[in-house]
């Protein structure tokens, strides 16, 4: 009977791996250039750029399109690595409020902790509400977004068996 278990366990986990690593780089991307968008538009002051490129190349390039798109493609990367995150510490609660969790932790992560790595971006506290809400709103949808699809995914293959 054990070896049943082992087999099961390990056929979900060789299933849900490649799902996981979707998720995450379709995250990024998502959520990347939905970022992108809002910065466009003015809704927010920050984008990816602002955290992943401009703090350590201040070029010109850097502040254009494509630092945008280098950023979002790092960002996809960076996904991928919360994503398995999520999946080994959270893959079993089929909700959505562990996910909304990890948003706000992220969003807490770039803002507060790691705030003095990012040079381009202003301290929390100048920075104006459009920006504030905006970042939120978008981390907490990032990680409602992984969240449940991860766990939604590795629920399904559960039922399954």
């Not at 060789?14 to 995450?24: D, E, L, M």
């Not at 910065?39 to 390039?61: A, C, D, H, L, M």
Request: aromatic letters at 20%; one cysteine or more.
């Amino acid at each position: 009977m054990r070896r049943v278990t082992l087999k099961r366990n390990t056929n979900i986990t060789s299933k849900i791996i490649p799902k996981v690593i979707s998720t995450g780089f379709f995250g990024g991307i998502i959520w990347g250039l939905i970022s992108a968008f809002f910065g466009y538009f003015n809704f927010t002051s920050i984008t990816p750029k602002s955290f992943i490129i401009r703090p350590f190349v201040q070029t010109e390039w850097s502040d254009k399109w494509l630092g945008q798109l280098i950023s979002i493609f790092i960002l996809c990367v960076l996904s991928i690595v919360v994503a398995f995150i999520y999946y080994v510490l959270f893959k079993k609660i089929n909700k959505a409020y562990p996910g909304f969790l990890l948003g706000v932790v992220l969003w807490f992560i770039c803002f507060w902790l790691l705030e003095p790595l990012f040079s381009t971006v202003p301290k929390f506290y100048h920075l104006d509400s459009d920006t504030v809400v905006t970042t939120m709103c978008l981390f907490i949808l990032y990680g409602v977004f992984v969240g449940y699809s991860i766990s939604f995914s590795y629920n399904q293959l559960l039922d399954e068996k």
